[in-house]
């Protein structure tokens, strides 16, 4: 059974930081690009950054760029989002994700962790 299990939200407040993490079990995890996306409300889901299988490469929005780190840990199954310098529009839904490198159809969503960003 796939699951992708997404913790370490909460409420911050501006300027400070929090490091998610996304535990996977159920398939291959080093098989796989992971990424974390977010979702504000009333808004669509936007990708914020992504990790190669072997962690060789990863690419961050710009909106993030500077501020977050995307990181993953093979023998853990696990990935990271650090986020510094947290600011108010960063407040949304994190949801991790897998797709698989041999086929784009096997593509996981965690559930989803909320963070909040508030004085």
């Known amino acids: 059974q796939v699951q992708l299990v997404e913790s370490g939200g909460g409420l911050v407040q501006p300027g400070g930081s929090l490091r998610l993490s996304c535990v996977a079990s159920g398939f291959t995890f080093s098989s796989y690009v992971m990424s974390w996306y977010r979702q504000a409300p009333g808004k669509e889901r936007e990708l914020v950054a992504l990790?190669?299988?072997?962690?060789?490469?990863?690419k961050t929005a710009d909106s993030v760029k500077g501020r977050f780190t995307i990181s993953r840990d093979n023998a853990k199954n696990t990935v990271y989002l650090q986020m510094n310098s947290l600011k108010p529009e960063d407040t949304a839904v994190y949801y991790c994700?897998?797709?698989?490198?041999?086929?784009?159809?096997?593509?996981?969503w965690g559930q989803g962790t909320q963070v909040t960003v508030s004085s």
């Open positions: 990790i190669t299988n072997t962690g060789g490469s990863t």
């Open positions: 994700n897998a797709v698989s490198i041999f086929s784009s159809r096997n593509n996981y």
